[in-house]
């Protein structure tokens, strides 16, 4: 197999330039990345395909190893039209960003933010087991019922207050996050 | 003519289905017809071709009557066949879900009126990439599968969503990039892009050649697959997808990954060169996926990493890739398919109920809903390996194949493996304890509709119907379902697989155990497409 070089040295300064775009945290370079890496991965399937050579059309007598290889042109086709469609799309939800926020950036999730910002202290799993009495109310009267409920309630604020000015700060923390 | 041949209708039929799907754009109630009719469809010749499939064996497909290596083929066997019907049979339970919830909402014209055609292309993709016997083949199932996961990811276009989909589609297209660079790479070495060819041809290769092509497809792989430590993006990007959409996506969309790194590692790179590395990777995903859950209180967010890590069990029986380790892994894809999918289901069913799905803002659901509170808690409890559910009887095979081959990675594999299912059952119990058994007083910060009792004092029940003034969430809208049939049908239905596949554990053991075996002896995939005598 012959190897063209001057093709290596074009997808190697492809794909050098495409991760380097697709570290950064702007979504328009992140999309230039991925487009020159999508063209580097075609250009290394045009090097891999071996020699130039005939187009793939039969003519009588002339020996097999005279064509260039279809294959991968076939193969390069396709993969163009998957990266057009790609592109086509990031665009649409880059755009879609920043109508949304003023944002090119790349997010943070709130979420991971939020759980790693947590207590390690949990009041439910880690905070000494309370005697529970509200189970003895008569369930099947209605205004009975409604009491409970709110004795049930004032039961857990009084929990809630009793577990030490750390806890309570960082309850109402979570309070403040969950607004 | 025999059943296998009907395998390329399992991918035209979707597709068919989606553009027609997509001609009935502005009649939601026709479009709901045709695509749960072709899926419904496309799953029972599925079922045809499973049931055939242990007497024709391998059977191989050419297209267009190309003749192999030259032309592609979809190959059948028992591994794909059994793929095939429960990737199926979900997407059906989950198309059914999602126009439920459509239909409840009544929101008939929004802009969801995609979802129908974009669902078909990625049940046609999936189908696609399970019967593919090209490699590059493989690579546009794969494309298709995503491109239409893109659109689904970002559905609605909402804040989240957009952030969420911009972390999803980059991570995708550069593992599709890797694959696509480890084809090119391949064919170069080979001259081939056909499975079966490559099967023979790659041996022949240099083992450090080998090596590197081996690693590049196990990365792109193991990417898509979520596979530690590449597997940071999933929790990250699929809890903000509409329910439907989260369910069918981690049910199946990881799948694939495994899919393919099961046929790389017994088709095409055959061999324990890499098998210890696997194992530490299978103990990682395991491991580390399940403490990640155990920080979460989402509850979306938790079985995403409940996802991860058991992901790391499929990886386990295909790093001991002895005739019991594969075959366990094979019927826990079946089983993880099922059930993780149910949950997901059931967590959508949540969030309706109680207006979130973080369990710090649940309680008591198990007394307004007990419905809902046995459908979580059986599949939570198949999903931990409690005896006698299916996530059990996968577990047991995958330990016994770490025993029996008896090295001290596998054992420390096999403890991991259990300290894993270990704590799948504390997070599951912590999901129970808040969200279901405590009173929903106990919860901060409420849903309304929670909280909400009629004029007598009773609670709102399972499926009443709750007016505007009762909610803000349904505010401004005719009275809604909380809970609608058509919503907890499919549901009911899908943890009635998972409990099917106990049932049937003594058949289905059987094929997968015979679908490892056939894996294993490689040449009866290279015989079906390459002719009598090629795989000798």
Known sequence: MTVNLTLIVLLAAFFAAGIYLLLERSLTRVLLGLILLGNGANILMLAMSGGSGRSPLYIPGTPAEDYADSLPQALILTAIVITFAVTAFMLGIIYRSWVLGREDDVQDDPEDRRVADQ????????????????EFFDEDA????????????????????????????????RQGDAL | MIAADLAPLAIVLPFLGAAVTFLLIRHSRAQRAVSISTLSVTLIIEVVMLLAAPSTGTHAVRLGGWEPPFGIVLVVDQFSALML?????????????????????????????IFHPTYLILVAGVSNAFLTGDLFNLYVGFEILLTASYVLMTLGGTAPRIRAGVTYVVVSVVSSMLFLISIAMIYGATGTVNMADLAVKLETLDPATQLVLH?????????????????????DSYPTAPAPVTAVFAGLLTKVGVYAMVRVETLLFPGDRINSLLMVVALLTMVVGILGALAQSDIKRLLSFTLVSHIGYMVFGLAISSRIGLGAAVYYVAHHITVQTSLFLVTGLIERRGGTANVDRLGG???????????????AMNLAGIPPFSGFLGKLGLIQAGVELGTPLAFVLVAGGVLTSLLTLLVMARVWNRAFWRSPADAEDPDPILLASKADGSSVGTSRHVTGEDSGRFAGKDPVTLLPRTMTGPTIGLVGLGLALTLLAGPLFALSDDAAQEMLDRTPYIEAVLGPGAGA
Do not use: C, H, N
Request: net charge negative.
């Open chain 2, 85 to 113: 019907v429960v990737s199926s049979a979900i997407s059906l339970a989950v198309l059914i879900y999602a126009a439920g919830q459509g239909m409840a909402d009544g929101d008939e014209d929004g802009p969801v009126s």
């Open chain 1, 119 to 134: 207590d390690s202290y949990d009041w439910e799993d880690d905070a000494d087991v309370v005697a529970e009495t509200s």
């Open chain 1, 142 to 173: 209605p205004a009975e019922r409604t009491g409970a409920t709110a004795y049930d309630g004032a039961a857990t604020r009084e929990v809630r207050t009793a577990r030490g000015d750390d806890d309570a700060a960082a309850g109402s923390r």
């Open chain 2, 215 to 235: 690693l590049m497809l196990l990365v792109a792989f193991g990417i898509k697959a979520a596979v530690f430590p590449l597997s940071f993006w999933l929790p």
């Open chain 2, 365 to 379: 659901l198990a007394k307004l809903s007990p419905l809902l509170g046995v459908l979580f808690f059986v599949p």
